[in-house]
Nanobody, 120 residues
């Protein structure tokens, strides 16, 4: 099992910044990539950014140039630095851990989410 605990959400004005953190514990060795997803009211959950164990990153088009995902392997923590925030970025942000399926792990883990609200 992997436990994911997010922090860093809150209320910010448009144009502001937030840094989300996701601390992982438990069976860290089963994880091949970690990422951030978001879900706004009435909308489906969508990928924001992902980072692999080797540091390869990928971003959704709507955050490219505004967000940076990073990881601190010593702390088992993944960060999402969000800049130039827009009201449409308002959502619950969820941390995600994808299993190394080649090694036989199969369960995707999710955190409980942290609310990000951007006021206009």
């Amino acid at each position: 099992q992997v436990q994911l605990v997010e922090s860093g959400g809150g209320l910010v004005q448009a144009g502001g910044s937030l840094r989300l953190s996701c601390a992982a514990s438990g069976s860290i060795f089963s994880i091949i990539a970690m990422g951030w997803y978001r879900q706004a009211p009435g909308k489906q959950r969508e990928l924001v950014a992902v980072i692999t164990g080797s540091g390869t990153t990928n971003y959704a088009d709507f955050v490219k140039g505004r967000c940076t995902i990073s990881r601190d392997n010593a702390k088992n923590t993944v960060y999402l630095q969000m800049n130039s925030l827009k009201p449409e970025d308002t959502a619950v942000y969820y941390c995600n851990a994808e299993p190394n399926r080649i090694a036989g792990w199969s369960k995707t883990h999710w955190g409980r989410g942290t609310q990000v609200t951007v006021s206009s």
